[in-house]
């Protein structure tokens, strides 16, 4: 893998794991139409740190409070493991099904399924008062928002805009829908990774060592602004336009392959 795949796959990686728009249907997609090394599970799993960096710098005063007062934020540790508990279930019973669909064929699919959900999170929040905080939570909002998370392992489905609409469809404020689907981000990568290590470790680094340096950095400083970014749009903005852009990538994945392949192969 050269330097500039890196540079690559680590833009898409951190812009695209926090922007609503799905970061491994991106790379998927990324890897199909340009050919682009994945680098191998080692660099995968470094991306994955690279953009954690991201959220805990920009968290940073949220995650050092729930470190050192974990009683005085416990609602936080308690919605927080139950949501990912929530995921890991759907993950352990599906996770063999969602690997299946992890082709360029069925992701057309899925892009448009984030494209509905951002709209059906738009037109919520337009007809909603949104007052809910993290700390009132109840136990079913908490395992809501980590089904979400977990619908989002499909390649495609984006895992910040799922968890952003969980939020929103349990009439969370705008700034703790943001906070909690970031902070749940953390477990989730972190459990990734873990996950992903054995294989990592047996394969090796693939590419040397100078490219996984270069990706990582570039995921974590792309993902900080990613997250800066979300931000701002969720507490002011609406998510029309990802909602277009998902539509119309999964359009044209979808004609791509079931028209203009076709007809490739026939030919």
């Known amino acids: 893998m050269s330097i500039l795949e890196a540079i690559i796959l680590g833009i898409v990686q951190g812009l695209c794991e926090f922007l609503p728009v799905s970061s491994s249907g991106h790379l998927l997609v990324l890897q199909d139409l340009f050919n682009i090394n ?12 690279g953009t954690l960096i991201a959220v805990l710098i920009v968290y940073r005063k949220r995650v050092i409070e729930m470190i050192c007062h974990p009683v005085k934020q416990q609602k936080y540790w308690l919605w927080l493991i139950a949501a990912t508990a929530v995921t890991v279930i759907i993950q352990l019973i599906f996770g063999d099904l969602f690997e299946s669909l992890e082709k360029v064929q069925y992701i057309g699919y899925f892009f448009l399924f984030t494209a509905l959900m951002l709209t059906a999170c738009d037109i919520w929040r337009k007809n909603r008062k949104a007052d809910l905080t993290v700390p009132k939570m109840k136990w079913y909002q908490a395992l809501f928002v980590g089904f979400m ?17 969980g939020a929103t469809f349990c009439n969370m404020k705008k700034e703790d829908a943001a906070e909690f689907s970031f902070l749940l981000s953390i477990p989730a990568i972190l459990g990734g990774a873990v996950l992903e290590i054995p294989d990592a470790v047996r394969e090796g680094v693939v590419g040397g ?20 970014f979300m931000i701002k749009l969720i507490t002011k903005h609406s998510f029309r336009g990802f909602a277009v852009y998902t539509a119309v990538l999964g359009l044209f994945i979808i004609i791509d392959w079931n028209f203009v392949h076709l007809l490739f192969n026939r030919g």
């Open 149 to 165: 998370q977990g619908i989002a392992i499909l390649p495609g489905v984006s895992r910040s805009g799922a968890t952003i609409t």
């Open 209 to 228: 060592i100078l490219p996984v340096i270069v990706g990582v950095i570039v995921a974590g400083i792309s993902g900080y602004f990613a997250v800066r």
């Open 38 to 49: 994945a680098g191998g599970r080692f660099f995968t799993v470094m991306l994955h740190l």
